[in-house]
């Protein structure tokens, strides 16, 4: 039943960002916002357009946390995730990071703990399920 949904739903979120890609924390997404906005700031002598486009990279990555910070933290092996609208089950847990595997394609990814960020892949954003499929 699930493979049925799951064909029709699929999608992948634009979620590209130019400047903060593979970053696993908000706090190590901050620095590097305050150092891009140094060196780029219209009123230090950047470019306004480049500002433009990291204020907007930072929205979008400030918006992954707000979403999903600390959701992780209970998660063990054999949970539900859903990454990019795909269920996914955890085959690994360790202290920053879990593994999910695809229902659908069998591929596998690891995530940021704090995040649920993909570690390799930025694109890729885990959310929890509220209620374990299996239960019932």
Avoid: W
Avoid at 49 to 60: A, C, L, Q, S
């Amino acid at each position: 039943m699930f493979d049925i949904v799951l064909h029709c739903c699929i999608f992948v979120r634009d979620i590209s960002m130019e400047y903060f890609k593979n970053i696993s924390s908000y706090h190590e997404g901050r620095l590097i916002y305050r150092r891009l906005a140094r060196l780029n700031h219209p009123d230090l002598g950047g470019n306004s357009e480049i500002m433009k486009r990291i204020n907007i990279d930072f929205e979008r990555f400030k918006m992954q946390f707000e979403t999903t910070s600390g959701k992780f933290v209970n998660i063990r092996t054999g949970d539900f995730v859903m990454v990019n609208n795909s269920l996914c089950i955890v085959i690994r847990v360790s202290k920053d990071t879990f593994t999910a595997r695809s229902n659908y394609t069998n591929r596998q990814a690891t995530f940021s703990s704090i995040s649920g960020i993909c570690l390799s892949n930025s694109k890729f954003q885990a959310s929890p399920i509220k209620e374990n499929i299996n239960a019932g």
